[in-house]
């Protein structure tokens, strides 16, 4: 029986549906060190299907177009170095919402949101 998934993918990956595909990607990989694991162009030349892999972790992606209009997502992701990758964020040109500190849980968590209304935290486990 073949597999029901590619291996190394998780069951379920985020979808996103942006305006400016190619600068997503481009983000994704100048921050988190995104892999590109498969792309699909449409025959304008504009990216039908992109995935990613972040970690241990894959996202999908796609252009908008008039029958997919953009979507916005809010995702947690662990990283080794939630300020460091905070501060990389806003050098990308994310927006800052909350810079990283350490609540009521192991964790330090920090806020920013992409170009295209994606809110991100990220967090790194300190115990």
Known sequence: MAPFKPTGYNSLSPYFV??????????MKDLFDAEELRIYERPDGTLMHVELRLDDSVIMLSE????YPA???LLHLY????????????ELGCQ???EPIKKDDPDIRGMFKDFNGNVWTVGTQTE
């Open 71 to 73: 979507n916005e997502f």
């Open 79 to 90: 990283v080794k170095d939630a300020l460091a990758t905070y501060k990389k964020a806003l």
């Open 64 to 67: 908008a177009t008039s029958s």
């Open 96 to 98: 800052g919402i909350q």
């Open 18 to 27: 942006v305006e400016n595909a190619p600068r997503f990607v481009q983000l």
